[in-house]
């Protein structure tokens, strides 16, 4: 077995290989001045079970060209089988026309990673399915594994908590939202959301006592940071001690993070799905642990 990086993922290919004991391949990768992309095999991958570790975060379409020119060039180069780990998937989010006359973007993404040469997928907290549910996109295996247990423990073991309660922001978060509560043994619930603009969310608190509790808000994404700021202030207003919010996938577009902080978060946890400031949390262990089985 080979490890072998995109562009997006470097930090994250390297500790995967560690995980794994198994050698990281040097690419080469280049952007030429009219933005086409080239990348490179150093070694040969003839015979190989190829891993190719790439998150198709922003830029997603440099990303994306990025991934296919590598699993095609894996193929062609005679990798035996060659896998690709999207630890965060762009273009999920669109995986129905929701206004007549849309492109599903996420079908014809699963097209092009299948006819450039992907043998198996490997993602994280993957949007459209929600926690511990495969992709059914794809002809081809497709594994949706979980950071939420990760990102519970790493705050039950860094902070001192004093009677914590999990919460997701929104019902969709519910499913994270037990898995991180059970896996520190706390009680969880999620809120209950409306969303009334990509930028404006209205969520009302369930009937539990926040009271001088310590809450970790679970969820997905966090982009704008809207739905984490809403829940914090209703948390806060509710008498909650420290808030934190944690996140598999921290896209922070614009000034999300300083937002988030200004609503009363103590801290912002995210994991290495995307290399960020908040990416505390590596979700290596877990996919190390899926590609071995
Ligand atoms: C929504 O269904 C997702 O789970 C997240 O709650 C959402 O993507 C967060 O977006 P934002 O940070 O822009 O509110």
């Given at each position: ?6 562009s997006a ?47 198709t975060c922003k830029p997603p379409n440099d990303n994306y060209i990025e ?23 762009g ?203």
């Open positions: 077995m080979k490890i072998v990086s995109g993922s470097t930090g994250l290919a390297e500790k995967i290989s560690e995980e794994l004991g198994v050698e990281l391949l040097p690419m080469e990768r280049k952007q030429f001045p009219d933005g086409e992309i080239y990348v490179r095999f150093k070694e040969s991958v003839e015979n190989e079970r190829v891993i190719i570790v790439q998150s991934l296919f020119l590598m699993l095609d060039a894996a193929r062609d180069l005679g990798a035996e089988k060659v896998e690709v780990v999207i630890p965060y998937f273009y999920a989010r669109q995986d129905k026309r929701f206004k007549d006359g849309e492109a599903v973007s996420l079908e014809t993404i699963s097209t092009l990673l299948e006819s450039s040469g992907a043998d198996e997928v490997y993602t994280v907290d993957y949007h459209p399915k929600g926690m511990g549910k495969d992709p059914e996109v794809f002809d081809i295996p497709a594994h949706n594994l979980t950071a939420a247990g990760l990102l519970a423990s790493y705050v039950d073991e860094n902070f001192d908590l004093k009677n914590p309660l999990v919460m997701g922001p929104d019902a969709g978060a519910e499913s994270w939202a037990e898995k991180a509560g059970d896996s520190i043994d706390s009680e969880w619930n999620y809120m209950l959301k409306e969303r009334l603009s990509s930028e404006e969310v209205e969520i009302s608190l369930p009937d539990v006592d926040v009271e001088g509790r310590d809450v970790i808000l679970v969820d997905d994404i966090i982009s704008t940071g809207g739905t984490m700021c809403e829940a914090i202030r209703l948390l806060k207003d509710a008498r909650a001690r420290d808030v934190y919010a944690c996140c598999t996938h921290p896209v922070l577009s614009g000034d999300a993070l300083e937002s988030i902080a200004m609503a009363g978060a103590l801290e912002v946890i995210g994991t290495d799905t995307i290399d960020s400031d908040v990416s505390e949390v590596s979700v290596a262990p877990i996919i190390a642990e899926e590609v071995e089985k």
